[in-house]
Nanobody, 128 residues
């Protein structure tokens, strides 16, 4: 079992930055790939970014590429999402997710249904 607690959301003006964190517990952090997803009101959940077990491979949605950076610190059992140049369209609940060992990150990184564990979500609101 893996427990995920995400945090760091808040209210920010367009052009601002936020850094989300996802702290994991329950199993060796360095054994599972992870990702960030978001869901805006009235919309389906969408993929944001994913990172491999080692952290050497990362994947991004086109809408956030160049603005967001996903990273992980396996020693701290924590994953991060640095979000820069935020836009009102980035407003959503952001959730971290973890996959079981053996999960093939590429090409499955954007498929939310293939991640097994989820954080509770943290609200990000970007005002114009």
């Amino acid at each position: 079992q893996v427990q995920l607690v995400d945090s760091g959301g808040g209210l920010v003006q367009a052009g601002g930055s936020l850094r989300l964190s996802c702290v994991a517990s329950g199993r060796t952090f360095s054994t599972y790939a992870m990702g960030w997803f978001r869901q805006a009101p009235g919309k389906e959940r969408e993929f944001v970014a994913a990172i491999s077990v080692s952290g050497r491979k990362t994947y991004y949605a086109e809408t956030v590429k160049g603005r967001y950076t996903i990273s992980r610190d396996n020693a701290k059992s924590t994953m991060y999402l640095q979000m820069n140049n935020l836009k009102p369209d980035d407003t959503a609940v952001y959730s971290c997710a973890a996959a079981d060992p053996g999960f093939v990150l590429n090409p499955n990184y954007a498929s939310g249904e293939k991640y097994k564990y989820w954080g509770q979500g943290t609200q990000v609101t970007v005002s114009s």
